[in-house]
């Protein structure tokens, strides 16, 4: 079958591996649609990720698709369903499941690869997070589930309500999804994004109102303008994964607000924080990371009740073949995501 | 001016009264519309509330319009500002209210008599629950904060989820406030109630199924039968105020469900719970009532932020002279809710 | 091995069986000390429950000792280390684990056996609940982490803050436990029991006041004139599993309170609940069972910071052979927990 | 009477000042007991505090007593009643109060001056935060209400549960509530503070270890070494104000930790946050700071329960002439707490 694996900065190459073996517990699954995101972006530009991808490596880890074959002792399923499953499941065992802290889990295992013809699923996340697709719902769009699921996650961290005001920094595919799941509960959000075209869709999918970042100077000044008294966002959510904007974001903030910090920086960056604004100003600062099987779930029942058009998000589709290009159009701000499909 | 005023069962009269002077801390509001509910119909019906109401009495408690007079020391309006109001506040200082639970406060005073051309707002209603209708937000729509904070806080309580199944029993407009706002929140809602154009409403306002309590038997079984695996719902809320309803609703949940008992049945009555599906499976059963400032606030958000079809629930407007017609209207379910206009 | 077998109403032997083997992933353990509960007395009156124990069946299920061998595959673990185990795992698997609500696992396997000189835990036990027991801890206190796990459980789901007022009913080791953990807390306890010498102990464990509930009519209403302005109490926790303690318990609550049913009642019956009280009094009604391998966890840490006077719950100790007259002493009120000691 | 007044640095001065009247809705307490505490010192050594306290100013804001004389239109008290009162209350009115955050409150006033021999409460305060002192408890305990209040606040954001490893720093009266309110919950508590005789209270309020901040290097690295595999505290309370102790504080917390920062820094500084840290290891940081009336309620209800031992926190008394030396005590740290007593 034909494979992307990663072998350096800029270097994913498209080769014929043999079609893995399902062993026991496991499953095999035809990979129908695998969108690519923000990460893949990150680490197609780095040569790869610290803790989830050293080089070389099969790549991708968003997709949906029918199962092709069953390991031995795997019950429940049939060939030829459509699911989607999680890059990931937690071992239920370690010191952080014991606590219920499942995005924390010491044995999470990535499962990456998606970026191929057939991807095998190992036993945990059959067993945790393999999910059947609704009749009805196209494997394109149910194939969001992972990305959701860590922004479900991060907005439950958060407890947006109606009639918040939720400023969103950052206008990927990331951003835009808070953006529509923040205001279909009735939040009042703001987004500051890079790019004309990306802050269109968002106003689309509910933003208030949105704001160019490069444009004209001051960001904060006006977005803190754009809030009830000028007090700042009772909610923020940076998802830019840039340490120039975590500071922003705070400074965004009003007293007694949640700023969730969702975009990771760069290794060995920091940020400083004034003691008094939050001390005095009674600021929750929360980092958030990756999901759990729970918002798994939640975010394929979100998708498939089709009241957010998440078919905004996948702005192009393209062959497995044309990766490479697919992975510029990211870089160049041209697409948000782009749906590889591996059987055309 | 011309105001609504309950005499007993079904006798409500449009009488000639002195237009109020707002007193301290009192607004004078021009009521602009003012939409009947289903607990009018009930006060009608019946001749008067217990709790709320006794005749004779001005009679109406939902409206939007203008302010057209500010009492002394009434700071922070001005005349001619659109605002819609609750029809109460809490006190801030009994015994519930320091324990936060403000929808218990022991001094809850209603504010009867929107079926009129102009209300008066209490000051304490002023100071805590009188609120600003956002621009280009019709009137009509927002006149709805009050019954729908009520449904945000009781959907609070019961802590809907994305990919819940909630069954929602009632078809009237409360139950169709609560089939949108959980639909809204990515669950999959079941509507039973007793009439299909209204059942056709609650389709178009997100219900995945609708079923008509009064067709076929077994409402229970065939609701149970259209929950996964059988088991149940997750959440179940009545909006009925039938005691057989409420027996219904908790026959219909599964294991670990909250069952939120919303309609006020008549005085007197009871039902049975069965012990062992009480303790061993875990059932929460919940009584809510009424709203908080915080709910009233967050309601006028989530209809300013037009993601719900409200306008959907005011199937008819009618002048105030028309109010008997409105009434029987709702009696006979040819009408979810009826704006009255004093103004027409 | 000596090993106690239940075979039928008030019908329970000691029998020389084959000590067990721990097969893969299990753990064999040497019984230092198994105390009894009100839960084993009730399927020793009524010859077995539904739910877990079909006679004939080993017996006894709370206890604490020492590793005594390691089935193949066991690791982190080591021969003579002091542990105490939850009776039961779930199987983070199902509908219900999913969900994240462990104690209703549908997979939930009970572990009986404790009244034996040698005890097999399961694999999914030693995995998710099989704890160590912290170096100066008595056995004997430790033993008691899964009826503490249960309490804990429910305390959670009551939300006690320090200065509410908590009815506890049921003056057994399960209602002493409760009082312990609510006072201990900030809350004022008063508790309502059967026999003198048991509330005499709920007073040192904190209890502000007692009541016999046997002596004197109308336990409700005196009761209630211990609470605040005659309002009734904040919490009722029901320890009693009997339907007219679970009627009381909802008429001593105050608008707004938490009833908790922790209490299992006979089979097939069932308590008549007002609906105006529910309803326009906000009452929150939760059955709770069991526990979850987070709150064994809290229980075993509670117990080990020695800030509870829990030794006063274990009244008596008997070598094993005295099963019979322990159970006696439990039936007859003379004993709270008898700690049976299979070695001496 | 005698009043002490704060003229600048390290200047207060005990003047004759005419005794206050109560004014409508006021009441007028004789002072029998006021604690200091840290923040009295902090303003005592700058001469002032930029919210809450310009000189010339009365000074003293912890105290308990009697009420001497009633304003017009206060009714539910009598003169002679033992009383406490925080030193301030919300206006549940302002954007703040209507989210329900009553501590970050616009119009929080705060009352100064109880280091005199007369204090008049504020209506918002007689209204919202007075509380009869419970028959039986000294006054000198109930004094503490508004400290304990501030530890409860935090502690509840904080989520502290049995079996949690806390790390506190700072060993003031603030860090010794925090330990014992901790520790009485079944968390094991490591406190890190700067004397040892403080340290030594601390353990006979239930901390499982203390460790001197000053002596030999390297905090952090100690604290952490104490936790479970070395992996950082569940829940790590700052409480000393310093910059520093913030960084050690989040250097100190495990992935998926709270971080409180309870401790108010000086003016315009700032700590370096790493944002892998943050991220990835899901940190919530949380600044916190005063109370609510519901904490102060919990308080008093905590204090008289007496399971906590209070008392030993009041090191010293002495009349209220001697408040110079009081303070010198403090800033010495040979006092944690002194009660100075007007009436002696
Ligand atoms: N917590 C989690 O579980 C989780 C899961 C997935 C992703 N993430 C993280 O979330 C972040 C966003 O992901 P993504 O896929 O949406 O990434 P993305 O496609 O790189 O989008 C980031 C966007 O932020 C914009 N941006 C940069 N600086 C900004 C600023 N100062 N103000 C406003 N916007 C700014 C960028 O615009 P320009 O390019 O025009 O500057 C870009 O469009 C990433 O850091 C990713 O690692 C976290
Ligand atoms: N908790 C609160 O704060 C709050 C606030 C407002 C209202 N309420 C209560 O909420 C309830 C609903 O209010 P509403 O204004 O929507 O009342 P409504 O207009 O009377 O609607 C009730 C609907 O329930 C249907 N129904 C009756 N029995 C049913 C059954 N067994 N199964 C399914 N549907 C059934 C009725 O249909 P048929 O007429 O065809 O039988 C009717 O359409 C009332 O009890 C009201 O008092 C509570
Ligand atoms: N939810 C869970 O996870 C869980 C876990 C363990 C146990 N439980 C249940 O909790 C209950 C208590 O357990 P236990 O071991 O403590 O049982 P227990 O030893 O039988 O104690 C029950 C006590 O309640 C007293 N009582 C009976 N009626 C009363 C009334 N109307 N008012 C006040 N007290 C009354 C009894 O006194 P007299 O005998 O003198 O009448 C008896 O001392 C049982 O139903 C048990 O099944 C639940
Ligand atoms: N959030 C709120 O609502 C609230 C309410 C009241 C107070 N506070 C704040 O809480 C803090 C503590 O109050 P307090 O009255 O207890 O103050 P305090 O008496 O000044 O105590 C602070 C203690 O921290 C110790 N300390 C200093 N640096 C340390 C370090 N790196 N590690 C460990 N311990 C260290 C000090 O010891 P040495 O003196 O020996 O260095 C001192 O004993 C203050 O900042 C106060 O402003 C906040
Ligand atoms: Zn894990
Ligand atoms: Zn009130
Ligand atoms: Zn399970
Ligand atoms: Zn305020």
Request: aromatic letters at 6%; a negative charge; proline letters at 6%.
């Amino acid at each position: 079958m034909h494979s992307a694996m990663l072998y350096g900065v800029e270097d994913v190459r498209l080769e014929e591996v043999p079609c893995p073996e399902p062993g026991p517990g496991e499953v095999l699954v035809r990979v129908a649609v695998a969108p690519t995101c923000g990460t893949d972006l990150k680490v197609w530009l780095r040569g790869g990720h610290a803790r989830m991808l050293v080089p070389p490596t099969p790549f991708g880890h968003e997709f949906a698709g029918e199962i092709a074959a069953l390991g031995e002792g795997v019950s429940g399923w049939r060939s030829g369903e459509r699911v989607v499953a999680n890059n990931s499941a937690p071992c239920f065992d370690c010191f952080y499941c014991r606590r219920e802290r499942f995005s924390l889990c010491e044995n999470l295992l990535f499962n990456n690869g998606t970026f191929a013809e057939y991807l095998r699923i190992p036993a945990a996340i059959v067993r945790h997070n393999l999910l059947a697709v609704p009749p009805g719902l196209p494997l394109e769009l149910a194939a969001m589930s992972e990305p959701l699921a860590c922004v479900l996650h991060g907005v439950e961290e958060a407890g947006v309500r109606a009639g918040d005001t939720v400023v969103v920094m950052g206008d990927g595919a990331i951003g835009l999804m808070l953006v529509a799941v923040c205001a279909v509960r009735g939040a009042a959000v703001i987004l500051a994004g890079g790019q004309s075209a990306r802050l269109a869709v968002a106003e689309q999918l509910g933003a208030q109102v949105t704001l160019n970042y490069r444009q004209a100077g001051d960001p904060v000044g006006r977005l803190r303008a754009l809030t009830e008294g000028g007090r700042g966002a009772d909610i923020v959510i940076e998802a830019t994964g840039k340490p120039a904007a975590w500071e922003a974001a705070i400074a965004t903030a009003r007293p007694g607000a949640t700023v969730l910090l969702f975009g990771g920086c760069p290794r060995g960056t920091a940020v400083s924080v004034d003691t008094e604004n939050l001390h005095y100003n009674e600021l929750t600062l929360k980092g958030v990371f990756h999901n759990t099987p729970r918002h798994v779930r939640e975010a394929l029942a979100l998708i498939a009740c089709r009241r957010i058009a998440f078919e905004l998000l996948v702005s192009d589709s393209l062959p497995l073949g044309k990766l490479d290009e697919a992975l510029a159009r990211m870089r160049d701000r041209t697409a948000i995501k782009v749906a590889m499909l591996p059987g055309s």
